[in-house]
């Protein structure tokens, strides 16, 4: 086995799984706050990927000035998502919440597919190109950088959710929203905090995944490993998300190179299906016990 190729791949894997960490690290932070699944997580990402393309790319705006502006964009969507389409479902069959979320995700693919077209597309670089080497494993610069990036907004997300007031707020409301209705919180607001939140993160993700690989409007189907990570890792669980993300990142990697990439998919559904018989909750889930 030539362990120095096994090692690069691997390295390629857990960059990957850093982005998929951060995206899971979003959707958690809205299951947690609302207990709504968001199955459109992976079209807000291609919508933010859009946004930059079209600041950066069509208006030929500088990439510092086009980044900012864009996460700015997908975050809002986000609240413009919860505001308008979940607030009033809140209350409702989880399922009808559920499927809200599908429409939304088929909505943004139409909308996508209008302004932009169904074709694929390149984003300007901005990233640094310069090769990169652990020892000597190369590195492929661009998905160095997003993971580097990926762990920094990881950082200031855990730093700001437990140091911060807003922070508080949020793991209150998520651990008894009756109690923090009872202590003062808006909780209303705090829903719709979690889902800007979890859109941020969707939004850098995605412009990050676009620029290493591409955009079209059938980007979003990434948000199926993201499901899988949250659900192997425990739809509650913040600690869940960031582990999952970096081994179902380097488990997809590993598996498509050496069994091929139509095999990817296969083996990670075939894995989260072994570990679901053994942990129904997930890994690092909370185990619910209902009075009959």
Same mark, same amino acid.
């Given at each position: 086995m030539d362990w120095l190729f096994f090692g690069e791949v691997s390295l390629a894997g857990l960059a990957t799984g850093g982005l998929y960490a951060l995206? !899971?690290?979003g959707f958690v932070i809205i299951y947690k706050a609302t207990r709504v699944i968001n199955f459109a997580v992976? %079209? $807000? $990402?291609?919508?933010? !990927?859009?946004?930059f393309l079209t600041f950066a790319g069509l208006l030929d705006w500088p990439w510092y000035v086009s980044l900012p502006l864009a996460v700015i964009g997908g975050s809002l969507l986000g609240g413009v998502i919860e505001r308008v389409a979940i607030r @009033? $479902?809140?209350?409702?069959?989880?399922?009808?919440?559920? $499927?809200?979320?599908?429409?939304?995700a088929s909505v943004l693919i139409g909308l996508a597919e209008m302004l932009w077209t169904a074709d694929p597309q390149l984003l300007p670089d901005f990233l @640094?190109? %310069?090769?990169l080497f652990i020892g000597e494993m190369y590195v492929a610069p661009k998905s160095a950088w997003a993971f580097i990036i990926a762990a920094c907004v990881i950082a200031i997300y855990l730093l700001y959710f437990r140091f911060s007031r807003g922070g508080v707020a949020l793991r209150a409301t998520a651990s008894d929203q009756a109690a923090a209705y009872s202590m003062g919180i808006a909780v209303p607001k705090v829903f719709s905090a979690a889902w800007i939140a979890g859109a941020f993160a969707a939004a850098i993700? =995605?412009?990050?995944?676009?620029a290493s690989g591409g955009l079209s409007p059938q980007m979003g189907v990434v948000g199926l490993s993201i499901l899988v990570i949250v659900i192997l890792g425990g739809l509650d669980s913040i600690l869940g998300a960031l582990?999952? =993300? *970096?081994?179902?990142?380097?488990? %997809?990697t590993?598996?498509?190179?050496?069994?091929?990439? %139509?095999?990817?998919? *296969? !083996?990670?559904?075939s894995l989260l299906a072994l570990i679901l018989i053994a942990r129904p909750y997930g890994l690092f889930g909370t185990r619910e016990i209902e009075r009959l």
């Open positions: 995206i !899971a690290l992976g %079209e $807000m $990402m291609m919508i933010s !990927a859009y946004l @009033p $479902m809140l209350g409702e069959n989880p399922i009808s919440v559920v $499927m809200v979320t599908i429409g939304i @640094p190109g %310069e090769p993700s =995605g412009i990050l995944v676009a582990i999952g =993300g *970096l081994f179902v990142g380097w488990f %997809e590993i598996a498509g190179t050496y069994l091929g990439g %139509e095999y990817r998919q *296969l !083996a990670t559904f």
